[in-house]
Protein backbone atom coordinates (compact mmCIF):
# COMPACT_ATOMS: atom_id res chain seq x y z
CA UNK A 1 0.00 0.00 0.00
CA UNK A 2 1.23 3.40 -1.22
CA UNK A 3 1.99 5.55 2.02
CA UNK A 4 1.73 8.24 0.29
CA UNK A 5 -1.70 9.45 1.23
CA UNK A 6 -1.08 12.31 -1.28
CA UNK A 7 -0.58 10.77 -4.22
CA UNK A 8 -3.53 10.65 -6.69
CA UNK A 9 -5.49 7.43 -6.11
CA UNK A 10 -4.52 5.04 -8.91
CA UNK A 11 -7.35 2.21 -9.32
CA UNK A 12 -5.76 -1.15 -9.18
CA UNK A 13 -8.86 -2.66 -11.28
CA UNK A 14 -10.25 -1.52 -14.93
CA UNK A 15 -12.05 1.74 -14.04
CA UNK A 16 -14.84 2.42 -17.06
CA UNK A 17 -14.54 6.02 -18.58
CA UNK A 18 -16.71 8.24 -20.22
CA UNK A 19 -14.63 8.00 -23.13
CA UNK A 20 -15.10 3.80 -23.11
CA UNK A 21 -19.11 4.35 -23.75
CA UNK A 22 -19.85 3.70 -20.27
CA UNK A 23 -22.71 5.53 -18.60
CA UNK A 24 -22.36 6.09 -15.24
CA UNK A 25 -24.83 4.45 -12.21
CA UNK A 26 -28.22 5.26 -12.40
CA UNK A 27 -30.30 4.72 -9.61
CA UNK A 28 -29.57 6.02 -5.87
CA UNK A 29 -25.64 6.39 -5.58
CA UNK A 30 -23.82 5.60 -1.72
CA UNK A 31 -22.30 8.94 -2.19
CA UNK A 32 -22.14 12.43 -3.01
CA UNK A 33 -20.67 12.66 -6.94
CA UNK A 34 -19.50 16.02 -8.04
CA UNK A 35 -16.63 17.07 -10.22
CA UNK A 36 -12.98 17.46 -8.71
CA UNK A 37 -13.00 21.34 -9.68
CA UNK A 38 -16.63 22.26 -8.78
CA UNK A 39 -15.44 20.95 -5.44
CA UNK A 40 -12.85 23.08 -5.68
CA UNK A 41 -13.91 26.18 -6.95
CA UNK A 42 -17.28 25.59 -4.49
CA UNK A 43 -14.73 25.25 -1.36
CA UNK A 44 -12.03 28.04 -1.63
CA UNK A 45 -14.81 30.61 -2.61
CA UNK A 46 -16.90 29.58 0.06
CA UNK A 47 -13.79 29.95 2.99
CA UNK A 48 -14.07 26.22 3.18
CA UNK A 49 -17.88 26.60 4.50
CA UNK A 50 -18.14 23.82 1.43
CA UNK A 51 -17.37 21.04 3.41
CA UNK A 52 -20.02 21.29 5.72
CA UNK A 53 -22.35 21.20 2.91
CA UNK A 54 -20.24 18.14 1.63
CA UNK A 55 -20.17 15.62 4.52
CA UNK A 56 -23.94 16.71 4.85
CA UNK A 57 -24.57 15.21 1.21
CA UNK A 58 -22.42 12.17 1.70
CA UNK A 59 -23.82 11.39 4.96
CA UNK A 60 -27.40 11.83 3.57
CA UNK A 61 -26.94 9.80 0.20
CA UNK A 62 -25.31 7.28 2.22
CA UNK A 63 -27.79 6.61 5.13
CA UNK A 64 -30.80 6.56 2.53
CA UNK A 65 -28.84 3.91 0.31
CA UNK A 66 -28.48 1.51 3.25
CA UNK A 67 -31.19 2.46 5.18
CA UNK A 68 -29.07 3.83 8.15
CA UNK A 69 -30.61 5.73 10.79
CA UNK A 70 -27.88 8.55 10.46
CA UNK A 71 -27.85 12.04 12.04
CA UNK A 72 -26.08 13.81 8.68
CA UNK A 73 -26.81 17.24 10.07
CA UNK A 74 -24.15 16.38 13.05
CA UNK A 75 -21.82 14.43 11.72
CA UNK A 76 -21.37 17.31 9.09
CA UNK A 77 -21.05 20.13 11.99
CA UNK A 78 -18.94 17.73 13.49
CA UNK A 79 -16.62 16.15 11.10
CA UNK A 80 -13.68 15.86 12.32
CA UNK A 81 -15.36 12.82 14.57
CA UNK A 82 -17.04 11.34 11.66
CA UNK A 83 -14.42 11.54 8.54
CA UNK A 84 -12.64 8.72 9.56
CA UNK A 85 -16.02 6.58 9.42
CA UNK A 86 -17.06 8.19 6.37
CA UNK A 87 -13.84 7.34 4.36
CA UNK A 88 -13.93 3.91 5.69
CA UNK A 89 -17.77 3.77 4.26
CA UNK A 90 -16.28 5.07 1.12
CA UNK A 91 -13.78 2.09 0.74
CA UNK A 92 -15.93 -0.57 1.82
CA UNK A 93 -18.39 0.41 -1.14
CA UNK A 94 -15.66 0.88 -3.55
CA UNK A 95 -14.70 -2.51 -2.93
CA UNK A 96 -18.26 -3.44 -2.84
CA UNK A 97 -18.45 -2.47 -6.52
CA UNK A 98 -15.67 -4.43 -7.65
CA UNK A 99 -12.87 -0.96 -7.05
CA UNK A 100 -9.79 -0.98 -5.13
CA UNK A 101 -7.90 1.80 -4.42
CA UNK A 102 -4.48 2.28 -3.56
CA UNK A 103 -4.67 4.70 -0.65
CA UNK A 104 -5.15 4.54 3.06
CA UNK A 105 -8.71 5.98 3.93
CA UNK A 106 -7.60 6.02 7.86
CA UNK A 107 -4.33 8.20 6.84
CA UNK A 108 -6.09 10.69 4.44
CA UNK A 109 -8.92 11.07 7.36
CA UNK A 110 -6.02 11.63 9.52
CA UNK A 111 -4.68 14.26 7.80
CA UNK A 112 -8.05 16.17 7.29
CA UNK A 113 -8.44 16.23 11.45
CA UNK A 114 -5.24 17.06 12.18
CA UNK A 115 -5.50 20.15 9.66
CA UNK A 116 -8.82 20.77 10.38
CA UNK A 117 -7.67 20.51 14.12
CA UNK A 118 -4.92 23.57 13.52
CA UNK A 119 -7.11 25.89 11.25
CA UNK A 120 -9.92 25.55 14.21
CA UNK A 121 -6.88 26.66 16.67
CA UNK A 122 -5.38 29.22 14.60
CA UNK A 123 -8.97 30.89 13.96
CA UNK A 124 -9.76 31.19 17.41
CA UNK A 125 -6.35 32.50 18.45
CA UNK A 126 -6.74 35.04 15.39
CA UNK A 127 -10.63 36.01 16.82
CA UNK A 128 -9.18 36.88 19.65
CA UNK A 129 -6.34 39.00 18.45
CA UNK A 130 -3.93 36.76 19.50
CA UNK A 131 -0.10 36.47 16.94
CA UNK A 132 -2.25 38.50 14.49
CA UNK A 133 -2.13 38.77 11.45
CA UNK A 134 0.15 35.60 11.34
CA UNK A 135 -2.57 33.43 12.88
CA UNK A 136 -5.09 35.01 9.71
CA UNK A 137 -2.65 34.29 7.08
CA UNK A 138 -1.53 30.71 8.25
CA UNK A 139 -5.09 29.98 8.63
CA UNK A 140 -5.98 30.96 4.96
CA UNK A 141 -2.79 28.83 4.44
CA UNK A 142 -4.17 25.90 5.97
CA UNK A 143 -7.34 25.60 3.86
CA UNK A 144 -5.07 24.53 1.17
CA UNK A 145 -4.27 21.18 2.48
CA UNK A 146 -8.22 20.71 3.89
CA UNK A 147 -9.12 20.85 -0.09
CA UNK A 148 -6.71 18.70 -1.17
CA UNK A 149 -7.50 16.20 1.53
CA UNK A 150 -11.57 16.62 0.14
CA UNK A 151 -10.27 16.65 -3.15
CA UNK A 152 -8.69 13.11 -3.63
CA UNK A 153 -11.60 11.81 -1.54
CA UNK A 154 -13.97 13.11 -3.68
CA UNK A 155 -11.98 11.34 -6.82
CA UNK A 156 -12.57 7.96 -4.94
CA UNK A 157 -16.25 8.77 -4.34
CA UNK A 158 -16.75 9.34 -7.95
CA UNK A 159 -15.45 6.10 -9.55
CA UNK A 160 -16.98 4.55 -6.77
CA UNK A 161 -20.15 5.68 -8.04
CA UNK A 162 -19.33 4.92 -11.50
CA UNK A 163 -18.63 8.24 -12.13
CA UNK A 164 -15.23 9.30 -12.41
CA UNK A 165 -14.76 12.71 -13.54
CA UNK A 166 -18.31 14.01 -11.74
CA UNK A 167 -19.88 14.61 -15.18
CA UNK A 168 -23.25 14.79 -14.11
CA UNK A 169 -22.21 17.82 -11.41
CA UNK A 170 -20.06 19.45 -13.08
CA UNK A 171 -22.02 22.65 -13.59
CA UNK A 172 -22.79 25.35 -11.56
CA UNK A 173 -26.38 25.95 -10.51
CA UNK A 174 -28.22 29.25 -9.52
CA UNK A 175 -27.43 28.27 -5.50
CA UNK A 176 -23.77 27.77 -6.81
CA UNK A 177 -23.33 31.03 -7.53
CA UNK A 178 -25.47 32.54 -4.34
CA UNK A 179 -23.07 30.99 -2.29
CA UNK A 180 -19.75 32.29 -4.32
CA UNK A 181 -20.88 35.63 -4.20
CA UNK A 182 -21.54 35.60 -0.96
CA UNK A 183 -17.93 33.70 0.02
CA UNK A 184 -16.62 36.24 -2.23
CA UNK A 185 -17.90 39.09 -0.38
CA UNK A 186 -16.76 37.06 2.92
CA UNK A 187 -13.23 36.53 1.12
CA UNK A 188 -13.29 40.73 0.86
CA UNK A 189 -14.31 41.84 4.45
CA UNK A 190 -11.60 39.17 5.54
CA UNK A 191 -8.78 40.94 3.45
CA UNK A 192 -10.04 44.39 4.49
CA UNK A 193 -9.64 43.49 7.98
CA UNK A 194 -6.41 42.19 7.34
CA UNK A 195 -5.32 45.23 5.75
CA UNK A 196 -6.47 47.77 8.51
CA UNK A 197 -4.84 45.26 10.82
CA UNK A 198 -1.97 45.26 8.99
CA UNK A 199 -1.56 48.98 7.98
CA UNK A 200 -3.67 50.26 10.89
CA UNK A 201 -5.52 52.43 8.58
CA UNK A 202 -8.98 52.21 6.90
CA UNK A 203 -9.18 51.42 3.27
Request: proline share 6%.
Amino acid sequence: MDSNVYRVPESEVPVAKPSDGVEPQSGPLPFYVVAPRKLLLMYFSTFGLYHVYWFYKNWTLYARFRGARLWPVGRAIFSIFFTHALFSRVDREARAAGVAFAWSPRGLATLYVIFTLASNLLDRLAWKEIGTPYTDFLSFVLLIPIGSVLYRAQKIVNVACGNPTGQTNRRLSASNYLWIVLGLLLWLLTLLDLYEIIFGLPV
